[in-house]
């Protein structure tokens, strides 16, 4: 009889640590799981995200003289939950979103006709950026921007129609997976959001050359592209803003009114010379004299306090961050999670070149932030997915279960 009770309650034991596992078998399971996360990628994004919240507070410390900690306070609440999104998105397998792909692009979709619908409402629409340029839906103390999460719904998609048309692809296949791209992009273009037009027509470039589509329809779409850039302009669809910038980029003299924000910027960057001026430090970051620089343009505050040493070592961190999204290409079980990498590896390089290059005048201006540094919520989640949805990819390679 007490042979039976002790068994009995062994097994009792057993089952409040989970399911009738031993707490060693929960501890190998957990060690197990975490072993196959790529910590490179990891680790690479959490520093990137420190950096970002040192810059932000060194750029805004002084914008609210009763309260130097308000943007930095709202940035650290962006990153925890940001990070926990990650977390569910590493946690959950990637090949469940399949299912879910067409309902999250219908939301998107959804989402952004909200932005001209209910952005123009009193009470839920906010304007932010230049030329009151509307892209948020404001819903009491939180701002969401469709736009930021329009581009992982497109890689998603894409993704999903280019795993289900294995091989050759018709030109009904290739008209579907340019639609769906086009569709967001011209409602965020109408906001107007030229620079996250242009990052999801990166990413579905990356996509299509990655998918094998035959070189001459690439090509096709190039020069279909370039004609109607060309017709925006000519039409003057593009705002005055707009065409301002990128007249001051074909045109760089600082005599000019709208090339002042990219000659403050350089100046700045210039002004940290190879060390930098220190953190926290910097007479360009210090009085504001560079518009905007917690967001857009938080790389002259990089420039200006870390120098060209700091700046260096900042590009090598994002180095090893694309590298390791780069590898997990090679590694993916299938093509749904290889063209998942490859979407957030041109959203990644492609925001990270076009950010800095416009201040330093290598790119014209547009509102794209720099990935985990710029301050704002709807980008910083958006980053945190798309490396939560890389990891899950990558510990789910072959060789790594």
Request: aromatic share 12%; glycine share 10%; charged share 10%.
């Amino acid at each position: 009889m007490s042979i039976k009770l002790f068994e009995q309650a062994k097994y009792t034991r057993g089952a409040h640590y989970g399911g009738g596992r031993r707490p060693r078998e929960v501890l190998d399971e957990t060690l197990g799981f975490l072993s196959r996360l790529d910590l490179y990628l990891l680790v690479s994004t959490a520093v990137l995200t420190v950096i970002g919240l040192l810059m932000v507070y060194s750029a805004t410390r002084n914008l609210i003289p009763t309260e130097p900690s308000y943007y930095i306070k709202r940035q650290i609440v962006y990153a925890v939950v940001g990070f926990l999104a990650m977390c569910f998105f590493i946690v959950v397998d990637y090949r469940l979103l399949q299912r879910f792909t067409n309902l999250l692009y219908v939301l998107v979709i959804l989402s952004l006709l909200a932005v001209r619908a209910i952005g123009h409402a009193s009470g839920f629409g906010s304007a932010a950026g230049s030329g009151g340029a509307i892209r948020e839906i404001a819903l009491g103390p939180l701002a969401i921007q469709p736009s930021e999460f329009a581009v992982l719904v497109v890689i998603l998609a894409i993704a999903k129609i280019v795993d289900e048309h294995v091989g050759s692809y018709t030109r009904q296949d290739l008209a579907k997976m340019i639609l769906i791209a086009a569709l967001p992009m011209g409602l965020v273009l109408i906001q107007p959001d030229l620079g996250t037009t242009i990052i999801v027509a990166v990413v579905l470039f990356t996509l299509l050359t990655v998918a094998g589509v035959r070189a001459r329809y690439l090509l096709s779409g190039l020069a279909l592209a370039v004609l109607l850039f060309f017709a925006f302009t000519s039409l003057h669809i593009l705002h005055s803003y707009q065409l301002s910038r990128l007249t001051g980029f074909l045109n760089q003299d600082c005599n000019l009114v709208q090339n002042y924000n990219l000659c403050i910027s350089k100046t700045a960057i210039g002004a940290g010379g190879f060390r930098g001026a220190g953190l926290f430090q910097g007479a360009f970051t210090n009085n504001q004299y560079v518009p905007v620089q917690y967001a857009d343009f938080i790389f002259s505050a990089i420039g200006e306090q870390l120098g060209f040493l700091g700046s260096i070592a900042v590009l090598m961190v994002f180095g090893v961050l694309a590298f390791r999204i780069f590898r997990a290409i090679g590694r993916s079980a299938d093509r749904f999670g290889q063209l998942i990498c490859a979407g957030v590896l041109a959203f990644l390089v492609f925001s990270v070149f076009q950010n800095i290059g416009m201040t330093v005048g290598l790119m014209p201006i547009t509102g794209i932030p720099l990935p985990f540094i710029s301050y704002g919520g709807s980008a910083l989640f958006a980053f945190f997915i798309a490396v939560g949805l890389v990891v899950n990819v990558e510990r789910n390679a072959p060789g790594r279960r």
